[in-house]
C-alpha cells in the first residue's frame, strides 16, 4: 500500500515522536492510530482544525482569485497535479510549516553553537545590536 506524501510524513513523524514517550508503540505500532489518551484526542482534535483552516483559505481562493499573482497558492491552484486536490494542497501547506520550523530551529541552533565558539563575533554581532535594535535597553 502506498501512501501519498503528506500522509506518509503524517504517519512517519506520529509514530517517531509518540513511540519515545510510550514503548507499548514499540511493540504494538497500529495503536499510534487510535486516540486512547487526552492528549491523542487533543492532537486529533488541533489537526483537524488546522486542516480545515487550510482547506478554508484553498476554498476561499478559488472563489476569489488573485490576479496576476504568483504565490504558492495561486501556483498550486492552476497546477494540474494539484488545482483539484485540495488535500494534497493542504498537506503541502503543512509540510512547508514543519519544514520552515526545523530549518529555523537548525539555523538558530548553528548560529548560537558559532557564536559561543566565536566570542569576537558574539562582541560584533552584540555592540551592533545594541547601537541598532536595543539603543536604550541594556543586552548581556
Given at each position: 500500500?502506498?501512501?501519498?506524501?503528506?500522509?506518509?510524513?503524517?504517519?512517519?513523524?506520529?509514530?517517531l515522536l509518540l513511540r519515545q514517550g510510550r514503548?507499548?508503540?514499540g511493540v504494538i505500532p497500529y495503536l499510534l492510530f487510535f486516540n486512547y489518551s487526552k492528549e491523542d484526542k487533543e492532537y486529533a482534535q488541533n489537526l483537524k482544525t488546522v486542516r480545515a483552516f487550510c482547506e478554508s483559505l484553498i476554498n476561499d481562493r478559488r472563489s476569489n482569485p488573485l490576479k496576476d499573482s504568483n504565490d504558492l497558492m495561486t501556483i498550486w491552484l492552476t497546477d494540474d497535479l494539484y488545482k483539484t486536490d485540495t488535500k494534497l494542497i493542504v498537506d503541502e501547506v503543512i509540510l512547508m510549516f514543519l519544514a520552515g520550523s526545523f530549518t529555523l530551529k537548525t539555523t538558530n541552533t548553528n548560529m548560537l553553537s558559532y557564536l559561543a565558539l566565536n566570542p569576537q563575533c558574539k562582541a560584533t554581532l552584540v555592540n551592533e545590536l545594541k547601537s541598532t535594535v536595543l539603543k536604550e535597553q541594556d543586552l548581556t
Open positions: 500500500m502506498y501512501y501519498d506524501l503528506g500522509e506518509f510524513l503524517r504517519r512517519m513523524v506520529g509514530f514503548p507499548i508503540f
